[in-house]
């Protein structure tokens, strides 16, 4: 008898087509931060200056009455291979203050989907068609016995839903833990959802684009080991005709602030206007101009205006949010305390 059902019918492609590669572990909150304000006290100017193609300095002066006034000069050099708007390889990064303290930093690329960084710590991170897998080494010192290392991976389940988590180890003479995070996003055409839920606590945000005008995000974090909880509400209206984007905040203790942008394009060399604003506990203004040379021949990624957000203690790297900044789970694993065991 020949085969009554006859040959099998061809396998259905995968709804929803490629599923594509999820990002870094430190950008899964990125969308709902960007809405948010970054509030500064005093006057902060930014001189952007185009050498060549490949080449910028900037110099940045704040002053404050409540801290102490700095300046900082920082180089950034990209090369030739350019992968995205944001994403060109190798990337040198040098930011000097007048206290003479250097920050640097190198981004390269290995291989097509390897990327590397140096600074004080080693990063690498393997990007695949729908994973992307992160390993830090941090601060490691053979004579002390010290070390932090920080794994991170994510998987794209579907073309919406992301999962993975994040493993941070802490060692040094005395003292040694460990804490596992769990994180998941979606993404829905007009929203995102993302939570991290660890041992410490958990992170919450959820992000909301109106429309091409109107920008919402709010976010929710709890520490359980300080008892403690933030909640947080942040928009952004966008004005393109008349080249204003206004950000404002409110959280659960009262505090609100608002940043306030727009750009001359017309003027010989484009200017950038942000004046911000806190009231609450505590009332602060602040007002920060750019200049930037035109720089024609630049790739976007020198061309980036400087953020207007939210701030969580450090800005991202200046040379793009290829890598992204695994600074933060140093952080998490300095806030171990005793021993988890």
């Known amino acids: 008898m020949g085969n009554a059902?006859?040959?099998?019918?061809?396998?259905?492609?995968?709804?929803?087509?490629?599923?594509?590669?999820?990002?870094?572990?430190?950008?899964?909150?990125?969308?709902?931060?960007?809405?948010?304000?970054?509030?500064?006290?005093?006057?902060?100017?930014?001189?952007?200056?185009?050498?060549s193609s490949h080449f910028q300095?900037?110099?940045?002066?704040?002053?404050?009455?409540?801290?102490?006034?700095?300046?900082?000069?920082?180089?950034?050099?990209?090369?030739?291979?350019?992968l995205g708007p944001t994403e060109a390889f190798p990337t040198l990064v040098g930011d000097m203050d007048n206290s003479g303290s250097l920050n640097a930093q190198v981004l390269h690329l290995l291989a097509e989907r390897l990327r590397t960084k140096a600074v004080f710590q080693f990063d690498g991170e393997y990007r695949g068609d729908d994973c992307t897998a992160t390993l830090t080494l941090g601060n490691p010192d053979l004579l002390?016995?010290?070390?932090?290392?920080?794994?991170?991976?994510?998987?794209?389940?579907?073309?919406?839903?992301?999962l993975g988590g994040e493993m941070v180890y802490h060692r040094r003479p005395g003292e040694e833990g460990a804490i596992l995070t769990l994180a998941g996003k979606y993404t829905a055409p007009k929203w995102v959802a993302t939570l991290n839920v660890g041992y410490g606590g958990a992170h919450a945000s959820y992000y909301h684009r109106a429309n091409e005008q109107v920008q919402v995000g709010v976010e929710l974090?709890?520490?359980?080991?300080?008892?403690?909880t933030t909640f947080a509400f942040g928009y952004q209206l966008n004005l393109p005709q008349a080249n204003v984007v206004f950000r404002g905040s409110w959280t659960a203790t009262g505090a609100s602030g608002g940043c306030?942008?727009?750009?001359?394009?017309?003027?010989?060399?484009?200017w950038l206007w942000a004046p911000s604003s806190t009231t609450g506990r505590t009332a602060?203004?602040?007002?920060?101009?750019?200049?930037?040379?035109?720089?024609?021949?630049?790739?976007?990624?020198?061309?980036?205006?400087?953020?207007?957000?939210?701030?969580?203690?450090?800005?991202?790297?200046?040379?793009?949010?290829?890598?992204?900044?695994?600074?933060?789970?140093?952080?998490?694993?300095?806030?171990?305390?005793?021993?988890?065991?």
């Open 5 to 51: 059902l006859g040959p099998a019918a061809p396998r259905a492609p995968r709804r929803g087509g490629a599923l594509g590669n999820p990002g870094s572990f430190d950008e899964l909150h990125r969308q709902c931060k960007e809405v948010f304000p970054q509030q500064m006290e005093g006057v902060k100017l930014i001189v952007n200056k185009a050498l």
């Open 57 to 82: 300095v900037t110099h940045t002066v704040h002053m404050s009455t409540l801290g102490a006034s700095n300046y900082h000069f920082n180089a950034t050099f990209v090369g030739d291979r350019q």
């Open 144 to 162: 002390g016995e010290s070390v932090i290392l920080v794994a991170h991976f994510l998987q794209s389940v579907t073309s919406r839903l992301v």
């Open 221 to 228: 974090e709890a520490n359980t080991r300080l008892q403690d």
């Open 260 to 270: 306030w942008r727009r750009s001359c394009p017309r003027c010989p060399s484009p």
């Open 284 to 341: 602060s203004t602040a007002a920060s101009a750019s200049s930037w040379a035109e720089g024609r021949r630049l790739p976007p990624v020198l061309l980036r205006e400087p953020p207007c957000r939210r701030g969580t203690g450090r800005r991202p790297p200046p040379g793009g949010p290829g890598l992204g900044s695994l600074a933060a789970g140093g952080r998490r694993a300095a806030a171990l305390g005793k021993p988890s065991g």
